[in-house]
């Protein structure tokens, strides 16, 4: 693969510092948004993958993740306030437009950037978006967590230093993404969860239905969280949407190839009716 540059960079919106990475150069902007309690370091494979075919790509930590700060007041975080960093982080990088992305938590994420600033978003990447399906799924995994970080702290705090304790240098990639996904601190998770869950999880029906972009939506069999159905049902109502089976919900950690090239050309088509940088009239 070619190598490319890669930049770590910080920015404030509504008074918290927020981390981000990009990789390469160029006018071709991809926003990669992680999913739930994980580091935007998931997306390093992927991102390196997008910027060695051309693309400026730009992997984000929302507020309550990674090394971006962390508040425990649960009415910071909705779908809304993380879509709207991501708009604040392509006003930040003088982004007029940007492929938009992300898994599970990032994919809804994503669909909220593109019903709020639809002009920002040039397509969509949505791999296990969470939506009608995926309700009694998400309450019954994330429910326990709520009440464990609220009531039983000193169990997120102990798992937090077993994973803090091991160094990332001597276990494999996706070991290190757990192992930081792991490392919580309670307050946070739980002010996390609560205004996620307790907000708005996605835009509405109608909302999407409206979404007017190139979108490649990638769904799997056999994940209850984030069942193939929502991915088959957004592709549906997305007026421009592709829908992709991923083989399994390990394919794109494991063997990412296939995957990956398909985003690339993905993006690469995103990007065709551009002229200097400038999307054509109409587009």
Not at 208 to 218: E, L, Q, S
Request: proline share 6%.
């Amino acid at each position: 693969m070619t190598l490319v540059s890669e930049r770590i960079g910080q920015f404030f919106c509504e008074g918290h510092r927020l981390e981000y990475t990009e990789y390469g150069a160029g006018e071709r902007w991809v926003v990669l948004v992680h999913g739930q309690l994980m580091p935007r370091r998931m997306h390093q494979p992927l991102a390196r993958r997008l910027a060695a075919a051309g693309n400026h790509v730009v992997t984000v930590d929302l507020l309550g993740h990674g090394r971006s700060d962390r508040p425990e007041d649960p009415l910071l975080y909705s779908m809304t306030a993380f879509g709207e960093q991501v708009i604040a982080l392509l006003d930040e990088l003088g982004a007029d437009r940007a492929v938009v992305g992300g898994t599970s938590l990032g994919a809804n994420v994503s669909l909220e950037v593109a019903t709020i600033a639809p002009d920002r978003v040039q397509g969509l990447i949505v791999e296990m978006p969470v939506l009608d399906n995926a309700l009694e799924a998400g309450i019954l995994a994330f429910a326990p967590l709520l009440f464990v970080s609220r009531f039983l702290p000193m169990a997120v705090t102990g798992v937090r230093w077993v994973a803090r304790s091991v160094p990332r240098g001597i276990v494999p990639f996706w070991a290190g993404v757990a192992l930081d996904t792991l490392s919580q601190r309670p307050g946070v998770v739980a002010a996390a969860i609560h205004g996620i869950f307790f907000g708005r999880v996605a835009p509405s029906s109608k909302q999407r239905r409206a979404i007017d972009v190139p979108a490649m939506v990638v769904g799997h069999d056999h994940d209850p969280i984030h069942p193939a159905a929502d991915a088959a049902m957004l592709a549906e109502e997305l007026p421009r949407a592709e829908f992709v089976r991923a083989r399994s919900i390990l394919e794109w950690r494991v063997h990412p190839e296939r995957l990956d090239d398909l985003a690339a050309a993905f993006v690469d088509r995103c990007w065709a009716d551009t002229v200097s940088g400038s999307v054509r009239q109409g587009s």
